[in-house]
């Protein structure tokens, strides 16, 4: 059986749409570098990255904050296509990009999309408003053909924004988002680009995966259709998906040298490309924080001694039974200041954990609709 599950790996493989990634500038660090972290950090103090579940019947609207994003991949829209470069995010469902019509400033510096210049564009008279933690964007849901790689989503429904307010988005080094959580986060009517690609037979399998790259600007991708085995060690560990609307799975615990530091008694977990860092409950991160020595700083960040990453211990995520160490390495960045930081936040309203792009570098992940589970392998170096 193992080598049969091997030979449809590889098969599918073939299949498979291969769309590379750059690694980019966080906006954490290029707000530090203005200057102009700090000030930000005082009049947006929480970052609030999620619509989800707070209470029992409690629906928290979505403010997804993307101040640390690292990671972008190029589309294009319309006849003739348009390009643009968007970051491929599971914590979303919706495609976003900006309009000529954009008035904010933010426009400015990133591209926007022009209705007139495609033959393809379909209007609607439906408004968009999609909210962040640090601003809102309003627009209009328009459709077009989107062409990823070598697919092409006829009639893809998207949002054409119209004002962005977020000193975030004004500072990314990319233009828009692709959202590729379940339908059920998405805008109302519409289809989730994803969706679109197996709908319309364009993939082979109903699944994609992301191989993030840690130690370069390029070699990371996003694959869509089938995997491809050169990119992790092993054998894919299968985890089920808890709530079909992020990726959302049960954690049994998290530990540090043997001894649990949070999830006690099982919670659950969000796979998020969307982010860089790690969040969850303040109670569980701050205990790991202080396990650590990690000292807080004038503007709610951890801080470090660089010369401790060597000796720390693992923060252990134990999934479906299976142990996913994330070594000190990765959980502390150095920052071209030299001052070491914690990727780990804390946040009051939720007692979910989000799995960024601090977990996920480490682990090769396949997200599978089709059983509606995500594939975990050790990720090559």
Same mark, same amino acid.
């Given at each position: ?7 449809s790996?590889?098969a ?6 291969t769309i590379p990634l750059?690694k980019i !500038?966080?906006?954490r660090?290029?707000?530090?570098? !203005?200057?102009?972290l700090r000030?930000?950090l ?6 609030h ?15 997804r904050?993307?101040?640390d994003?690292?990671y ?6 319309g006849?003739?296509p348009q390009?643009f470069k ?8 919706d495609l ?5 019509y954009?008035?904010?400033p ?12 495609s033959?393809?564009?379909?209007s ?11 601003g809102?964007?309003t ?5 077009d053909?989107v ?10 429904? =998207?949002?054409l924004?119209?004002?962005e307010f977020? !000193? ?5 080094a ?5 959202g590729?959580?379940?339908?059920a ?6 289809t ?7 709908n ?6 109903n699944l994609? +995966?992301f ?6 600007? %390029?070699?990371s991708?996003?694959m869509?259709?089938g995997?491809?085995p050169?990119?992790?060690?092993g ?7 808890s ?6 799975v049960?954690?049994d615990?998290i530990?540090?040298?043997? !001894? ?8 659950q977990?969000?796979?998020d490309t969307?982010?860089?860092m790690?969040?969850?409950?303040? %109670?569980?991160?701050?205990? *790991? ?6 000292q807080?700083?004038s503007?709610?960040w ?12 693992? *923060?252990? =995520?134990?999934?479906?039974g299976v +142990?996913?160490?994330?070594p000190?390495?990765?959980y502390i960045?150095r920052?071209?200041t030299?001052?070491?930081?914690? %990727? ?7 007692r979910?954990w989000?799995?960024?792009?601090v977990?996920?570098r480490?682990?090769?992940?396949v997200?599978?609709?089709a %059983? ?5 392998a050790? +990720?090559?170096a």
């Open positions: 059986m193992r080598w049969i599950g091997f030979l790996l590889v599918l493989s073939e299949c498979l749409v750059t !500038k966080s906006m660090e290029s707000l530090r570098e !203005k200057d102009l000030d930000y005082q009049r947006h103090p929480y970052s990255a999620y619509k989800f579940l707070s209470g029992e019947g409690v629906t928290v609207q979505p403010m904050n993307y101040l994003l690292y972008v991949g190029t589309i294009s829209i006849t003739p390009e968007v970051i491929f995010d599971t914590g979303s469902a976003l990009v900006p309009s000529i954009c008035s904010s933010i426009c400015v510096t990133h591209r926007t999309f022009d209705p007139r210049a033959s393809t564009f379909q609607t008279d439906l408004p968009i408003e999609l909210l962040y933690g640090s809102h964007v627009g209009l849901l328009g459709y053909d062409r990823i790689g070598d697919l092409v989503c006829k009639s893809q429904a =998207f949002g924004s119209w004002e977020s !000193k975030s988005l004004e500072y990314a990319y233009d828009g988002i692709l590729l959580a379940y339908p986060l998405a805008l109302t009517g519409t989730p680009v994803f969706d679109s690609m197996w319309q037979g364009l993939i082979s399998e994609f +995966a191989y993030l790259s840690s130690s370069k600007e %390029n070699g991708v996003v869509f259709g995997v491809d050169s990119y992790y060690r054998e894919l560990q299968w985890v089920p998906v709530e079909q609307g992020y990726w959302q049960t954690l615990s530990s540090m040298d043997g !001894k649990v530091v949070g999830c006690a008694d099982s919670c977990a969000i796979m969307g982010t860089s790690v969040f969850g409950p303040t %109670n569980s991160i701050l205990n *790991i924080l202080r396990n650590i020595s990690a807080n700083t503007t709610g951890y801080v470090i001694s660089c010369e401790a990453i060597h000796s720390l211990p693992d *923060i252990v =995520f134990t999934i479906n +142990a996913y160490p994330v000190a390495s990765a960045r920052e071209q030299g001052i070491c930081y914690t %990727n780990l936040y804390t946040w009051d309203r939720s979910y989000i799995l960024g792009d977990f996920l480490l682990y090769f992940t997200f599978d609709r %059983n509606n589970r995500i594939g975990l050790p +990720a090559i």
